[in-house]
């Protein structure tokens, strides 16, 4: 996997004004709500929808910034991008499909995380000139970040008996909690196979890429 040109400074700036708009309401939500009830962060960010949304538009920012400054996103950059898109489009997912209207959150805060942020990353990833083809055999590097999450959630579920979603409580047992774990891992590997596809999509030339041929031209003997 190749470093791509940079991103268009439009594009560019948009992800950072969408990211900075989602850490935005993040903040604005735990202020008007956790608080109050005496929760911490750490409860706050160990919901899925929180952490994940916080981590994407932090690599959203930093997509942005890079491209803004004339730098190629590296392959690194780029897998990590792509993992985010997968997780957001499990969270717009489950939130809309399967468990619709839930949550304590003004409903405003809840379609911009769980609907429109995840659409315009899908938007971004699909369109943008500044991603290569991802490689198949790197499907599963989807996994390792929602695996360690389960792992941290299960731990403090019998550690302090809180749990952020329902589905995970102990007490529901060990059958429930392997088959909810492993659907959940599942549906991660299709949302990335459908990122990595999307991948394959060719992307809109940039002016710098379409510039680069004719100035080769000229140099040519």
Do not use: K
Not at 133 to 141: D, I, S, V
Not at 191 to 218: D, E, M, N, Y
């Amino acid at each position: 996997m190749t470093r791509t040109s940079p991103a268009p400074p439009s594009i560019a700036a948009a992800r950072i004004v969408v990211g900075a708009g989602v850490i935005g309401v993040l903040a604005y939500t735990y202020a008007i709500g956790i608080p109050t009830r005496g929760a911490s962060p750490f409860d706050y960010l160990g919901y899925f929808t929180n952490l994940t949304s916080l981590l994407t538009a932090v690599t959203l920012i930093a997509s942005g910034g890079l491209a803004l400054r004339g730098r190629a996103v590296s392959p690194v950059l780029t897998t990590v991008r792509a993992v985010s898109v997968s997780c957001m489009i499990i969270v717009a997912v489950v939130y809309n499909v399967l468990v619709p209207g839930t949550g304590s959150a003004p409903a405003w805060v809840s379609l911009a995380l769980h609907t429109l942020f995840p659409a315009l990353l899908v938007i971004d990833w699909a369109l943008a000139p500044d991603r290569t083809r991802l490689p198949w055999r790197h499907l599963w590097m989807v996994l390792p970040y929602p695996a360690l999450w389960l792992v941290v959630v299960l731990i403090r579920g019998v550690a302090d008996g809180w749990v952020p979603y329902g589905f995970l409580l102990p007490e529901r047992g060990a059958l429930s909690l392997i088959a909810h774990i492993v659907g959940l891992l599942v549906a991660l590997l299709v949302s990335g196979a459908a990122v990595w596809a999307l991948s394959r999509l060719p992307r809109r030339p940039t002016r710098r890429s379409r510039r680069a041929p004719q100035t080769q031209a000229l140099v040519q003997p």
